[in-house]
């Protein structure tokens, strides 16, 4: 799936938004950050995006479900955006989830709707809009 100028800009700030949650703990494993700057080299992250969105990121703060859920979201699809969904990914997703007061099943309905969308003739913004229904249909958001 090809990606819109704006869905990159989402993205990456979903990213930067982890980073930011992995940095602000006093320890941090090594197989956290590896996975993190392997994200980043992924998106293209540069200095310039850090910058960008470094104003940005230290003061946003979730406080709406559907922005909590879109930011996990954009997390499962640049996991998925490499071909390649490696345990520590997984595992980044679930605490990410956690973090944000998610459901962490959603990880795997997100990833399920994401990896089948080509086969069923879907496009990105056709999986948003069925994730966005279905976060709607069990009460997630309003």
Request: aromatic share 10%; hydrophobic share 45%; proline share 1%.
């Amino acid at each position: 799936m090809q990606l819109t100028p704006e869905e990159i800009s989402s993205v990456k700030d979903s990213y930067i938004q982890i980073l930011k949650l992995f940095l602000s703990k006093e320890v941090v494993e090594t197989k956290y950050i590896t996975c993190l700057l392997k994200w980043g080299v992924h998106l293209n992250v540069n200095v310039q995006d850090i910058k960008a969105y470094e104003s940005i990121a230290l003061r946003k703060e979730f406080t709406d479900t559907a922005d909590k859920a879109r930011s996990l979201y954009n997390l499962v699809y640049m996991i998925y955006l490499d071909d390649v969904v490696e345990d520590i990914e997984l595992e980044i997703a679930i605490l990410y989830a956690r973090e944000l007061g998610i459901d962490t099943s959603l990880v795997g309905d997100f990833f399920k709707a994401i990896a089948t969308a080509p086969f069923d003739g879907r496009n990105a913004r056709d999986v948003r809009n069925e994730i966005h229904d279905y976060l709607k249909l069990y009460g997630m958001i309003d």
